[in-house]
């Protein structure tokens, strides 16, 4: 929703309020005029003014209660947007903050190579996570605007996933093995940036959020019906299942505790649900089967496809 629109509702329905206030004051005064000077033949217009009447009153009482809603929507939304502040300005501040200061430790004093190579390397993980930041807020933002890149065509759905796990290790610098595959070769009709942004974020965040020895999972099964289940899980702390339908809205995260410990801006999951809605699929939250952590499945329509073919044999 965007900011204009959440205004304008409000507004709107606060109008309309004080109009009905205005029509049902001014019916009261006239009825209770015409109670006064009427005889008993004129009953039946009486009870129709007063039908008229309580019917704006329960318009009205309606009305207040659907405001109320709105505002308490409006709080969340703006509550959100300043933690999404926040969030952006620590992601900004903490990797320039670095880089200021191994380029003011090269200016100032003689380092040895090997110094000189850590510094480098530490400076290009801050520059690969400043542009994670960007585009995850560039990716928003299209979304936001409905704009769209790239051909539909059938997607290996199985190249997509190794190629993002594989982005999503290097980025966070754990060995490939932490990833565990069991999928088959299966074919998604769509535009192959949407799902590598659907399954990176995904990835990004079992990795992110995973336990101190990372175990993420792979998995691809049939769905039926011409549709493919993918299933990326960890073994991180689990989610809540009282958070599990907000996580996939704009600026949400989990808890002030996990907000400190971990990078993020919360549009990860806001960006996989809009686009599986898109591709006509369906995502979903589960608890880990053995031992603690998440599963999220994503549901899209696809077909599994020989592995002679897949092998263009």
Request: proline residues 4%; glycine residues 8%; hydrophobic residues 45%.
């Amino acid at each position: 929703m965007s900011p204009r629109r959440s205004l304008r509702e409000p507004i709107t329905l606060a109008v309309v309020m004080i109009v009905l206030l205005v029509v049902q004051t001014v019916g009261w005064v006239l009825l209770a005029v015409y109670a006064a000077l009427s005889n008993t033949q004129g009953a039946g217009w009486y009870w129709v003014v007063l039908s008229v009447g309580t019917t704006f009153m329960v318009l009205l009482l309606v009305g207040v209660v659907l405001y109320l809603v709105l505002s308490v929507k409006a709080i969340n939304l703006s509550r959100r947007q300043s933690n999404f502040i926040d969030s952006v300005t620590h992601e900004l501040k903490s990797p320039i903050a670095s880089m200021k200061l191994y380029l003011q430790t090269l200016n100032l004093r003689r380092v040895s190579q090997e110094e000189q190579a850590g510094f480098y390397r530490f400076m290009l993980e801050d520059v690969e996570r400043l542009d994670h930041l960007i585009n995850q807020m560039l990716d928003a933002g299209r979304l936001e605007l409905g704009r769209v890149d790239g051909e539909v065509e059938d997607v290996p759905l199985t190249d997509v996933l190794r190629e993002c796990a594989h982005t999503v290790c290097l980025g966070y610098r754990v060995p490939a093995s932490v990833v565990r595959f069991d999928v088959q070769p299966c074919e998604v009709r769509a535009r192959r940036i949407d799902l590598e942004m659907i399954f990176r974020n995904l990835i990004d965040n079992a990795v992110k959020y995973a336990g101190a020895s990372p175990e993420i999972e792979v998995a691809l099964r049939p769905g039926g019906e011409g549709r493919v289940i993918a299933r990326i899980g960890d073994n991180g702390r689990g989610i809540p299942h009282k958070m599990r339908r907000k996580i996939f809205g704009r600026f949400v995260r989990l808890g002030m505790e996990l907000e400190r410990e971990k990078p993020g801006t919360g549009l990860g999951l806001y960006i996989v649900r809009t686009l599986v809605k898109r591709l006509h699929g369906r995502v979903r939250v589960h608890d880990r089967e053995n031992g603690s952590g998440t599963v999220f499945e994503v549901q899209l329509p696809g077909r599994f496809v020989e592995h002679d073919r897949q092998q263009g044999k």
